[in-house]
């Protein structure tokens, strides 16, 4: 294929060019809607993931599963193998940063010495393409917002260095091995399938709209709103909600990208370019609902900016990325129905709560 101009928008790869894909932690939340989205456009995948997190029953019937750890290196060279892999989108990794802040290590070994062995491993099989789940963490507190990919990268916990650690190793070993790359910095994560068949199952999450769905149907007592002394309008901290399924979108779309170029790395944003408060979220909820969630005013959690805003106006150029679902509350009732289908899978199954 004829690489397109660098600011043109790249094409849609043909079904012929496509290479298999290994979905690391696609038993997860984000990973598994990415498994979905290149599932329902036709891609062979498969999965590693340990289920430390992540559920069985969100790998759709037909993909490929492995149970395992990603720096098994037996393993990988295994799945490379036998699934013929192409592509590798790398999800699997520990993502709370209060937890990063308590548990330093343990997201340096999760998050970035596993990813080493992970891209060793790749590099051993000759995986061309590599795209990695990385973080807005990386930027630390912005010295403006929103924040595009060029603005100075200095994160305030151990998750966002675990993350930009990760970023670092790519560029170097992509300029000295033969592939190419793209890191998807995400802002907040949200939502879920819009046909209810994945969604954030993890007991105990943090994501706020999580958290609130949860407290509409019982689950909890009460959602608590962590800091309202930051410098925002309403003193509560402000986020750029992404419904999950338009980031699957995207990690299809940056896959073509870096199919069509390979002679190309991307790094990427991945939001929408308009924040929203703790409070505007809550109020939301309310609303989409009508049952309004008891609210507890707590301390700041270390490691949280006040604000987080997405320039999402490189990913939009170059992939064409058109988000679907970019409303709020679509976003609260999408993650309302997957809490609502998730009590009947765990009433219907043995999988822990």
Request: proline content about 6%.
């Given at each position: 294929?004829?690489?397109?101009s660098?600011?043109?928008?790249?094409?849609?790869?043909?079904s012929?060019?496509?290479?298999?894909?290994?979905v690391?932690g696609?038993?997860?939340?984000?990973?598994?809607?990415?498994?979905?989205?290149?599932?329902?456009?036709?891609?062979?995948?498969?999965?590693?993931?340990d289920?430390s997190?992540?559920?069985r029953?969100?790998v759709?019937?037909?993909?490929a599963?492995?149970?395992?750890?990603?720096?098994?290196?037996q393993?990988l060279?295994?799945i490379?193998a036998?699934?013929e892999?192409?592509?590798?989108?790398?999800?699997?990794g520990s993502i709370?940063?209060?937890?990063?802040?308590?548990?330093?290590?343990?997201?340096?070994?999760n998050?970035t010495?596993?990813?080493?062995?992970?891209?060793?491993?790749a590099?051993?099989?000759?995986?061309?393409?590599?795209l990695f789940?990385?973080t807005?963490?990386t930027y630390?507190?912005?010295?403006?917002?929103?924040?595009?990919?060029d603005?100075?990268?200095?994160?305030?916990?151990?998750?966002?260095?675990?993350?930009l650690?990760t970023?670092?190793?790519?560029?170097?070993?992509?300029?000295?091995?033969?592939?190419?790359y793209?890191?998807?910095?995400?802002?907040?994560?949200a939502?879920?399938?819009?046909?209810a068949?994945?969604g954030?199952?993890?007991?105990?999450?943090?994501?706020?709209?999580?958290?609130?769905?949860?407290?509409?149907?019982?689950?909890?007592?009460?959602?608590?709103?962590?800091g309202?002394?930051?410098?925002?309008?309403?003193?509560?901290g402000?986020?750029d909600?992404?419904?999950?399924?338009?980031?699957?979108a995207?990690?299809?779309?940056?896959?073509e990208?870096?199919?069509?170029?390979?002679?190309r790395?991307?790094?990427?944003?991945?939001?929408?370019?308009?924040?929203?408060?703790?409070?505007?979220?809550?109020?939301?909820v309310?609303?989409?609902?009508?049952?309004?969630i008891?609210?507890?005013?707590?301390?700041?959690?270390?490691g949280?900016?006040?604000?987080?805003v997405?320039?999402?106006?490189?990913i939009?150029?170059?992939?064409?990325?058109?988000?679907?679902?970019?409303?709020?509350?679509t976003?609260i009732?999408h993650?309302?129905?997957?809490?609502?289908?998730?009590?009947?899978?765990?009433?219907?199954?043995?999988?822990p709560?």
């Amino acid at each position: 294929m004829t690489p397109s101009s660098k600011d043109t928008a790249l094409q849609t790869t043909g079904s012929s060019n496509r290479p298999a894909v290994l979905v690391t932690g696609g038993a997860g939340y984000i990973g598994s809607h990415a498994v979905l989205a290149l599932n329902d456009a036709g891609w062979q995948v498969a999965v590693i993931d340990d289920l430390s997190t992540g559920f069985r029953f969100a790998v759709p019937e037909g993909v490929a599963f492995y149970e395992g750890d990603i720096a098994d290196r037996q393993l990988l060279a295994r799945i490379f193998a036998e699934q013929e892999i192409g592509a590798l989108m790398h999800f699997a990794g520990s993502i709370v940063v209060p937890e990063s802040v308590e548990r330093p290590l343990d997201y340096y070994h999760n998050n970035t010495v596993k990813s080493r062995a992970l891209i060793e491993a790749a590099v051993d099989a000759g995986v061309p393409h590599i795209l990695f789940s990385s973080t807005a963490a990386t930027y630390g507190v912005p010295e403006s917002s929103p924040v595009a990919e060029d603005a100075p990268r200095a994160p305030i916990n151990p998750y966002g260095w675990s993350k930009l650690m990760t970023e670092q190793m790519l560029a170097d070993a992509s300029a000295a091995h033969d592939f190419n790359y793209c890191a998807l910095r995400y802002f907040n994560v949200a939502g879920a399938d819009p046909q209810a068949r994945s969604g954030q199952s993890t007991a105990g999450a943090t994501h706020l709209i999580k958290v609130a769905v949860e407290a509409v149907l019982g689950k909890r007592d009460t959602v608590s709103v962590f800091g309202t002394d930051y410098d925002t309008p309403d003193g509560t901290g402000v986020r750029d909600y992404i419904h999950v399924s338009d980031l699957a979108a995207a990690h299809v779309l940056a896959l073509e990208a870096l199919i069509s170029q390979p002679e190309r790395s991307l790094t990427m944003n991945c939001g929408y370019g308009r924040g929203f408060s703790v409070r505007e979220v809550l109020d939301a909820v309310d609303r989409v609902t009508g049952t309004p969630i008891e609210r507890r005013m707590a301390p700041r959690r270390a490691g949280d900016p006040a604000s987080l805003v997405a320039d999402p106006s490189r990913i939009r150029r170059h992939l064409s990325w058109a988000p679907r679902y970019d409303d709020l509350d679509t976003i609260i009732r999408h993650a309302l129905e997957w809490e609502r289908k998730l009590a009947e899978i765990r009433a219907d199954s043995s999988d822990p709560a």
